[in-house]
């Protein structure tokens, strides 16, 4: 009777049944992943973070493994294991301690396309046919190519390879027979096996894989006992469970502004697709800037005094050193990559005894606490005093560990290959997880006098010199002279020197001479010359004496496109950060051809005012305000400092012939920086500890003398490099060679 009534149930449900369409066609959820040009995952986006390998490629150890925990009849029965169902109803109606599922791998695929996880007879009834079904329309490799890449297994991560790379950082054939039982084991409860989060309970259902793989002759005693005593090395720990073990390069600017690009073409298909985009960054110089760019926040922030403990903790319900409910405390303070997140277990006059994620204690003292003395005062304010129950921020240097502090100060990195456009490197802040303002493409700021260069250059074309004479003495400005307020500006160390050469003027960055330039070629020709030659928007730039000191407002993004005219030669090339994208299938949708320097690019600047220009700001780095940077020991290095009003904007903005690179410092609500704070002092050392990795191996590329520029004896006895049409009629003159 019972029978009957299942089979005319089954007759009525089979019509019903879903089409397969989505099993047929299996298109899994693949993440958006946003690569280096080199190949190096920078980001990824998506809800589920997976990758789709077919079942062709999948090691056999694993998919034994598979078997084993989950179906191993598999390849004999047809859909349903009539026989294990049986098995599993008789020990689930005798109450047995184990509830037991008799589910097969087909079963699984219906239940996770298709059906609820309710438990009723008829949703199980669905599940016997529709597994019927699909054994009828795809091949068993099919069916466990499904299954290997669907299958949730906690973590985000969905199927094995991101299940791989997720808890091991391993790709499929990297994985050990112990990994591998330990993935195969998750299906059954991603939860409650996860070995993060549940490691003891993760091993138990380990060790029962690997015995029945022992068992059905998927690896032998001696690999069974081996894998049993290997310690378990996971790629994340319970305190980084967010963390992706393959994305090893901070990028999180770049890849975010290529999502946004992937994003305006595909919209929500952008996250599912599998689509890849290939950025212009290069792993290498990415480190390079990340880590110039956090170093010399940090050692600004030690110039400035320790502010004091970030919080104060209620610890009395701590009872000892590694009490569960310090990292409950911690986990509302994440680390900030190097910069450890710490708790003051016990402060002494010369001792800091602390606690750090994961249950790492750490000691702090000697000259290592010299930073933080102040705070540790017993007159210190009660909210900053470092105490029991201080929250506070440590890094690991080269002599232990140190007590520092996340920055109020902001930061920005960005550089280029000047002859295609390429970005090879780009931080828009100290740190993305704490503000996502990209500084590099939108904080619009004073240049200060890393602005002068272009001053300059249009003074050239106006029939200037390097060796043009101007006065650095005091100017003053009335009220009707300038339009608005009487204005008395400085040079900014506060020395004159008198007359003077362009060429000593910009090495020393003479604000007084700037401005004298300025009204000898007039505001206006000055500022349509910065607008049509180097891409400046006229409205942020506008035509007023105070043009020559950086007063305007522009972005790293276009000081880096407007340097690279200088040291490409005098085109104007355009930035772009994302090279092509690919599609599921890995084929190109859309790739970027950019116009190349000499080739497509447009000229804009006379190669003769290029090669004067660059001589001058060569100048600025071999004995002018850039000085330091001649510690990378190269000779064919030029660039400009920058310096605005009360030191409120630090800027370097510097190149080679083949790389440039833009670094300013400042606060997202201007403020001054402190005294002495100049573009030199702050900004100039990240560029160099950019370029000192960046350049490693790169031969010198010294600019040639174009045509068309002569050398002339100048009054005081001196040369000067001058264009032919230009020549004095009563000077001697010689065709120009490169300096000595």
């Known amino acids: 009777m019972a029978c009957s009534a299942v089979a005319i149930a089954a007759a009525f449900a089979w019509p019903k049944l879903p089409d397969l369409a989505a099993l047929t066609d299996y298109k899994p959820r693949i993440p958006l992943r946003i690569y280096s040009a080199d190949g190096a995952l920078i980001g990824e986006y998506g ?26 009849r598999f390849y004999q029965h047809g859909g349903v294991d009539f026989a294990g169902l049986a098995r599993a109803t008789a020990l689930n109606l005798l109450g047995g301690a184990r509830r037991q599922g008799g589910s097969t791998i087909t079963m699984q695929v219906a239940r996770n396309f298709y059906l609820s996880r309710e438990k009723t007879f008829s949703r199980k009834l669905y599940e016997i046919l529709l597994s019927l079904k699909i054994e009828k329309s795809l091949s068993k490799d099919q069916i466990l190519e499904v299954y290997f890449n669907q299958i949730y297994l906690g973590q985000r991560a969905y199927g094995f390879t991101a299940a791989a790379q997720i808890y091991y950082g391993k790709s499929l054939p990297e994985l050990t027979a112990g990994e591998c039982a330990m993935l195969a084991g998750l299906p059954k409860a991603p939860s409650a096996y996860n070995p993060v989060v549940n490691p003891e309970r993760a091993a138990q259902r380990q060790h ?43 990028a999180e600017f770049v890849a975010e502004m290529a999502r946004q690009i992937a994003y305006e073409q595909f919209k929500d298909e952008a996250y599912t697709r599998g689509i890849k985009v290939i950025t212009t960054v290069l792993k290498n110089d990415q480190v390079a800037a990340y880590q110039s760019l956090r170093r010399g926040v940090l050692d600004y922030e030690r110039r400035h005094g320790y502010r004091g403990a970030e919080a104060q903790l209620d610890l009395s319900d701590v009872k000892s050193d590694q009490d569960e409910h310090l990292e409950e405390l911690i986990d509302d303070y994440p680390d900030q990559d190097e910069i450890r997140t710490a708790i003051v277990l016990r402060a002494e006059p010369k001792l800091l005894h602390l606690y ?19 705070m540790m005062a017993a007159n210190a304010a009660p909210q900053k005093q470092l105490r029991r129950g201080s929250l506070i921020r440590v890094v690991k240097t080269a002599k232990g560990w140190a007590v520092t502090q996340p920055p109020e100060v902001e930061a920005a990195f960005v550089s280029l290959d000047p002859n295609t456009g390429a970005i090879r490197s780009l931080v828009g802040g100290f740190d993305f997880n704490r503000n996502k303002f990209n500084h590099v493409t939108q904080a619009w700021r004073q ?19 390097p060796e043009s004479v101007f006065d650095d003495a005091p100017l003053n400005f009335s009220a009707s002279d300038t339009g608005s307020q009487a204005w008395s500006p400085g040079n900014y160390d506060g020395k004159y020197e008198g007359p003077m050469s362009l060429r000593t003027a910009l090495a020393k960055s003479k604000n007084m001479v700037a401005i004298r330039l300025l009204q000898a070629i007039g505001p206006a020709y000055a500022q349509d010359y910065v607008t049509t030659r180097f891409g400046f928007d006229p409205n942020k730039n506008p035509p007023y004496l105070t043009l020559a000191l950086g007063s305007g407002a522009v972005t790293p993004w276009q000081m880096a496109s407007a340097y690279a005219i200088f040291a490409n030669g005098g085109y104007r090339i355009q930035p772009y950060i994302v090279s092509e994208i690919r599609d ?23 190669p003769r005012n290029v090669y ?82 960046a350049l490693k191996g790169v031969p010198e590329q010294n600019m040639e003398v ?9 009054d005081k006895g001196t040369e000067d490099l001058v264009y032919e049409e230009n020549i004095p009629g009563d000077s001697s003159a010689t065709p120009a060679t490169p300096p000595n």
């Open 47 to 72: 809800e589920e973070r997976r990758s789709y390998t077919p079942i062709k490629a999948v090691p056999d150890l694993l998919k034994h493994a598979i078997l084993a925990a989950e179906d191993d």
């Open 208 to 250: 029962y894989v690997l015995r029945r793989m022992m068992e059905l002759g998927f690896i032998d005693a001696a690999t069974h006992e081996k894998s049993l005593s290997e310690p378990v090395k996971l790629a994340i720990g319970k305190s980084q469970q967010s963390v992706q073990p393959l994305i090893s390069v901070h």
């Open 356 to 374: 750090l994620r994961g249950g790492e204690l750490v000691d702090i003292s000697g000259d290592s606490l010299k930073y933080a003395a102040a």
């Open 447 to 465: 240049p200060g006098s890393s602005f002068k260069p272009f001053i300059y250059s249009a003074a050239i074309e106006k029939g200037f010199t």
């Open 584 to 606: 599921e299938k890995d084929r190109v949708v859309a790739r970027v051809d950019p116009a190349v320097a000499g080739k497509q690019a447009d000229r804009v600047l006379d």
């Open 612 to 693: 004067l220009m660059n001589s001058m700001m060569q100048d600025v780095v071999r004995r002018g305000t850039a000085g330091k940077a001649m510690a990378l020991g190269r000779s064919d290095l030029a660039g400009k400092t920058g310096t605005t009003n009360d030191y409120v904007d630090a800027w370097f903005s510097g190149y080679n012939p083949g790389l440039v690179g833009i670094a300013w410092v400042g606060h997202d609500q201007p403020k001054k920086l402190g005294s002495g704070e100049t573009g030199g002092v702050l900004a100039l050392p990240i560029w160099i500890g950019y370029m000192d990795k």
């Open 706 to 714: 174009p045509p068309g520029l002569v050398r002339v004896k100048t």
